[in-house]
């Protein structure tokens, strides 16, 4: 361990620009996560410290937490301001607008009286170790554009762009880098600043770099010592800290939106007690006990929605439920060149034609597109969910040889190598056709004569319903011969009884006919007690229940088909399948019947064939179940009773 450093030897220091080259605000990495800084943080930090897994009988815990750190207690804080109103200097002498905005708000945010900062920590990892040179890891996260070394050969990072993540995230481009870690010769800390500002000229006229390190002065270096380390930025244990210095303001919750980009990205691990995370000082956890909650918490879908991404997290949410259905099954596809691949499907209603393809734990993507297969189109299948991993580290190499930057896709021309280019190709584009024939021989329905598709129905009429037309009252289109119209009086209505019992208003039926000149009717005997009405809500069991998107656009909308088993009024009601136990859904409008307390009174004849279009209150995609109740009083059930 280094003895304690002179103070005016740490501070903040930008490269020499020897070359005199200008240099702008614009940096790749950063760019690439700038619009959903949040989300980035969570996955690309998250892939890094998985990467690191140290006890693996245990998972790696992150925490995201937002501090304040007084700006006294920030260190050379002078430092960057200065930087910060000679880079804004040259922006005005310019005339660069966006750069004179971005410094105007550097300088705001640094001479606030406090700091704001997100601190994102790691446990149960190994650190990031030193020493500061080149080809050790911690060089590498600090020191290095475009590069990526880590132990093991299937971790996450390919292409080193992650870690500028945390600096999308900091309106004055700079983060913070702590790690405590262990090796023989001891336990060490090293801590460093890095900021990119744009190219300036310093106090002393010196040309100098965008970049800038905090650290010791000389030869940019880390600092060593944990005396010199401020306390809020010290590790304590191992692992590695990261601080996102002045956090952006975000439209949404920060929250909520980190939450649901880690479960899209690593519900895998999750669920497999690999990963845990909690959120603003535990606000939010999430482990394999809250992961399907937290699929269905209403804050977390209002962020799912603000970030454009519900069709990536209800794949994921219908993926993990792939994972962990008893009903998936199991196949392994060994693929030539490559070696096995793990392929798990779940067959069942309301899964729509999901795929998904995790790497370490971690969601890529849902298609093999650039090996022929973009996986769209399944005609006469049923519906299922997939996901494809493969078996082991040597397996995942291959999956991380093909990964883009931004680790969302797949192809073989990111190999430089020609050989080992067209070696992928061929293997992957093998793997693509395995995938397909798989879901074919477990998901494909053979076409039977006949099939009933209640979706058509509002187009073409059954052969049952053609028999009841043509032995009804309706008459014949071509038959009709042209007659007068005579104009009848408006008939009385007939006021429709109400049930016995409970008292539910099912609002008002169709108009009787009457009888213009009706037959005297003889008197009856007198009329006796009322008869005591007997229970009023019967469940019952609603037969060929199925239903469908009524609208892809609106998923508060869904069509109900089912046939009732008896005549009268039903209760009928919507539940989310669970799968622990289902959720009620509560149903705020429907094209029939009577809406209330969340479900739909309707009128039933038994045998008869009921589509149902309702709107639920909150957006939902997944598996319904229905519940029904007739509410018909005694005299009625008696009167079916007497008939039959």
């Known amino acids: 361990m280094s003895t304690t450093e002179d103070t005016s030897e740490i501070g903040l220091e930008f490269l020499p620009n020897v070359a005199g080259e200008a240099e702008g605000l614009g940096d790749a990495g950063i760019e690439t996560f700038r619009d959903k ?43 960057y301001r200065k930087a910060a109103s000679r880079c804004l200097a040259k922006s005005k002498a310019g005339g660069n607008e966006k750069d004179i905005g971005f410094f105007n708000q550097a300088l705001k945010a640094l001479s606030a009286q406090n700091i704001k900062i997100m601190r994102i920590s790691d446990f149960n990892t190994r650190g990031v170790r030193g020493p500061c040179v080149e080809g050790r890891p911690f060089h590498t996260l600090a020191k290095s554009d475009g590069m990526s070394v880590k132990e093991n050969i299937n ?49 002393d006229s010196q040309e100098l770099r965008r970049k800038g390190y905090w650290g010791l002065k000389k030869d940019f270096m880390p600092l060593e010592n944990a005396a010199d380390i401020p306390g809020w930025l010290l590790r304590d244990s191992q692992g590695t800290s990261i601080f996102s210095v002045c956090v952006r303001e975000n439209r949404a919750d920060w929250r909520y939106e980190m939450a649901a980009a880690l479960l ?42 603000q970030m454009k991404a519900r069709a990536t997290f209800d794949a994921a949410r219908l ?32 899964l729509g034609y999901t795929i998904g393809i995790v790497r370490n734990g971690m969601y890529i993507t849902d298609n093999l597109g650039n090996f022929g297969e973009p996986f769209k189109r399944f005609p006469l299948h049923r519906e299922f969910a997939v996901i494809i991993e493969p078996a082991g580290d040597a397996e995942g190499e291959w999956f991380k040889r093909l990964e883009n930057p931004s680790h969302d896709d797949l192809s073989a021309e990111r190999i430089t190598d020609p050989a080992m280019r067209a070696k992928g190709q061929a293997a992957f584009e093998d793997l693509a056709s395995q995938v397909r024939q798989t879901i074919r021989e477990l998901a494909r329905s053979e076409p039977t004569s006949s099939m009933e598709l209640d979706e058509l129905n509002d187009f073409f009429a059954s052969d049952d319903t053609r028999t009841e037309d043509e032995a009804g009252t309706e008459t014949n289109p071509r038959a009709l011969k042209p007659t007068a119209v005579k104009i009848s009086p408006p008939r009385p209505r007939k006021k429709k009884p109400q049930p016995r019992g409970e008292n539910i208003d099912i609002g008002p039926g169709p108009e009787p006919e009457t009888d213009p000149n009706p037959e005297p009717i003889p008197p009856g005997p007198e009329p006796g007690p009322v008869p005591r009405p007997r229970k009023v809500a019967e469940p019952i069991d609603l037969q060929n229940e199925r239903n469908v998107m009524a609208d892809s656009l609106n998923t508060r909308k869904r069509r109900l088909f089912f046939t009732s088993p008896v005549t009268g009024n039903l209760n009928v009601g919507v539940e989310a399948s669970g799968l622990n136990s289902p959720e009620e859904l509560s149903i705020v409008s429907a094209a029939q019947g009577d809406v209330k307390n969340g479900e739909v009174i309707i009128s039933a004849t038994k045998g008869q064939r009921i589509i149902l279009d309702v709107d639920f209150d909150v957006p939902y995609v997944g598996p319904i179940e229905l519940n029904a109740f007739r509410i018909d009083s005694d005299d009625e059930e008696e009167e079916e009773e007497t008939a039959a």
């Open 155 to 203: 971790a996450g990072g390919s292409f080193g762009i992650g870690k500028s993540a945390a600096s999308a995230l900091s309106e004055i481009q700079t983060t913070f880098i702590s790690t405590r870690y262990t090796d023989t010769s001891g336990d060490h800390v090293l801590c460093m600043g890095k900021t990119q500002f744009i190219s300036h000229k310093g106090e």
């Open 37 to 79: 800084p949040f989300a980035a943080v969570a996955r690309e930090t998250g892939q890094n410290s998985r990467d690191s897994r140290d006890d693996v009988s245990q998972p790696v815990k992150m925490t995201f937490d937002e501090i304040t750190v007084p700006s006294s207690e920030f260190p050379s804080i002078e430092d």
């Open 319 to 350: 993926l993990h439920a792939c994972l962990v259905d008893e009903q998936t099954v199991l196949r392994t596809l060994h693929v030539a060149g490559v070696g096995d691949v793990h392929m798990r499907i779940l067959l069942r209603e309301n």
């Open 264 to 305: 899209i990205n690593f519900f895998t691990a999750i669920q497999r007690r690999e990963m845990e995370f909690e959120i603003d000082h535990s606000f939010l956890k999430i482990n394999r006990s809250t992961i399907e909650a937290l699929f269905a918490d209403h804050e977390v879908n209002k962020a799912v929605d």
